[in-house]
């Protein structure tokens, strides 16, 4: 009967077409760790240690990168993963309360935040998240969405900043993340736009934003919870050993081959691999692990330097849509179709647009590099348009199309 029933579940988890999480971090941890040259700090002799208990605070800068218009997810569902990531860190996700009371006094608060960066490299005022268009339909978890020259974009500084990039991913992938120690231009996590923040277009199992959660808390040197290996050891004392990665969502007690007592498995944990719903808990260990990244001389002390959540900051005006291209770049001209007609300019910048309802109704703006507004206006049903700039000094200026999501900005040099 036993194993008739078994042969049930069997059948169900092969057949039910349920998506198992899958994480891509072992292979990409793995040779992060091995490469385990530290990040060159040029400041580190400035840097301070962490205080006890302080709450740390991590700039992200979240990298969209989109071949369709469902890829080009909102603002709102970004900010929805902030969100997600503010409660997790900090205990305050509401499904706390599904912690079996075998394991309750071992579920910490973190105390790490995570607030979008208001300042990007340069001096450059951002909203912390750069879009850009790729030819690549889907992504291998292989780094290429980490280089413009690879159809990705660049990653900002990583002492400074936690990337994120937002892609579609191959083979079912829904993140991957490196370890402290890593490649810098490589540091970051890559989570797929359907498992990405709590609205959208995302997978059903996957709605709630924990992928991110246990994707950071690789970055942050976390293993997963059974070791990577059967009854293996992730480095964490309160965390029970645990024979195998779990998937969906068990029920409690779930008793593996290696479980010390009779309460088995923390499948509830953020970093074994069950669904969204039901993982909601770091342990102490965790978090010990996590913070010790922070003090100083260790990998991740830099970023208790980091002010660039401060908008006060930033020196220069919007960040142009894509620092790595050419000025007037192909990325933003197959966006909405807009073409610089000349640049540098002298009297005016002309700028002209396929279709003349393209950029209907579209605020345009110009501002100095140093974020002054020098111009605001909303553009007419027209494929030419022009902004004069006779009166103004030579320079550097940005013009800014659009607004939020739908925004392009164009570096434009005045002769
Ligand atoms: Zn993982």
Redesign the pocket.
């Known amino acids: 009967m036993k194993f008739i029933f078994g042969l049930i579940i069997f059948l169900l988890n092969a057949f039910v077409l349920k998506a198992q999480r899958f994480?891509a971090?072992v292979e990409q941890g793995t040779v992060a760790l091995q490469n385990n040259n530290r990040i060159f700090n040029p400041t580190e002799n400035t840097l301070r240690d962490t205080v006890p208990n302080e709450i740390i605070n991590i700039p992200v800068v979240v990298h969209v990168l989109y071949k369709t218009a469902a890829q080009n997810i909102s603002d709102e569902q970004i900010l929805s993963q902030i969100a997600v990531l503010n409660k997790d860190y900090r205990m305050l996700n509401i499904d706390a309360l599904n912690i079996p009371a075998a394991f309750k006094d071992r579920a910490a608060d973190c105390r790490i935040n995570f607030c979008l960066a208001k300042v990007a490299p340069g001096g450059y005022s951002t909203s912390g998240i750069v879009r850009k268009y790729t030819n690549t339909a889907a992504f291998p978890a292989n780094d290429d969405m980490k280089f413009s020259s690879k159809g990705g974009a660049n990653a900002w500084d990583s002492r400074q900043y936690l990337n994120i990039w937002v892609c579609a991913m191959q083979s079912r992938v829904l993140g991957y993340a490196t370890a402290p120690g890593g490649d810098a231009l490589k540091d970051g996590v890559v989570i797929s736009y359907t498992a990405f923040g709590t609205i959208g277009n995302l997978q059903a199992e996957f709605t709630k934003g924990r992928t991110t959660t246990?994707?950071v808390g690789?970055w942050l040197g976390l293993k997963?919870i059974w070791g990577d290996a059967n009854c293996g050891s992730d480095d964490v004392d309160d965390t029970p050993p645990q024979y195998y990665r779990n998937f969906y969502c068990p029920s409690f007690p779930r008793v593996s081959l290696c479980s010390v007592d009779g309460n088995g498995d923390m499948f509830m944990n953020f970093?074994d691999?069950t669904d969204d719903d039901c993982m909601n808990m770091f342990t102490h260990g965790q978090k010990n692990k996590m913070r010790a990244f922070f003090a100083k001389g260790n990998l991740r002390n830099s970023i208790l330097n980091s002010y660039v959540c401060d908008g006060s900051l930033a020196t220069a005006g919007p960040l142009p849509a894509d620092t790595t291209g050419p000025v007037n770049n192909a990325a933003s001209e197959s966006k909405f179709k807009i073409k610089i007609l000349s640049n540098p300019v002298s009297n005016s910048i002309d700028f002209s647009t396929d279709d003349a309802t393209n950029l209907q109704n579209k605020e345009v703006a110009l501002y100095t590099v140093q974020g002054k507004l020098l111009h605001k206006d909303v553009l007419k049903k027209s494929t030419h348009h022009s902004i004069t700039v006779s009166h103004l000094p030579a320079g550097l200026y940005i013009l800014q199309i659009g607004s939020g999501k739908e925004t392009v900005v164009f570096k434009v040099v005045k002769l």
């Open positions: 994480c971090t246990h994707e690789h997963h970093m691999l």
